[in-house]
């Protein structure tokens, strides 16, 4: 089962910048589609970025658009979120997660229950 790891995470003040990164072990990532998904405390958790097997169609979600970029690295096997212009109500975890291209020709973020294969996720804080 692909196995994905988050890294990049940390404190950082508004108007900042952070890099969050999914690598896969022991998978090629070259079958998947690729989310990044926030959680806050007492929220749901709600899609940021997706991006498709092939790497184009990126998604991102209305709160986001404009300050990050969601990526793929085919050589490294991996997939960044490049996050920008950081705002206090970005303080959450992010996750990546896996879709299968047999479930989504293209990564759609917004049917979370065909994402089966998560990070453990990483924490950001977006705060002076």
């Known amino acids: 089962q692909l196995q994905l790891v988050e890294s990049g995470g940390g404190l950082v003040q508004p108007g900042g910048s952070l890099r969050l990164s999914c690598a896969a072990s022991?998978?090629?990532?070259?079958?998947?589609?690729i989310g990044w998904f926030r959680q806050a405390p007492g929220k749901e958790r709600e899609g940021v970025a997706c991006i498709s097997s092939s790497g184009s169609n990126p998604k991102y979600a209305d709160a986001v658009k404009g300050r990050f970029t969601i990526s793929r690295d085919f050589d490294m096997n991996t997939v960044d979120l490049q996050m920008h212009r950081l705002r206090p109500e970005d303080t959450a975890v992010y996750y990546c997660?896996?879709?299968?291209?047999?479930?989504?020709?293209?990564?759609?973020?917004?049917?979370?229950?065909?994402?089966?294969?998560w990070g453990q996720g990483t924490q950001v804080t977006v705060s002076s």
């Open positions: 022991g998978f090629s990532l070259d079958y998947y589609g």
């Open positions: 997660a896996g879709v299968h291209i047999t479930v989504q020709a293209l990564c759609d973020m917004d049917v979370i229950s065909d994402f089966r294969s």
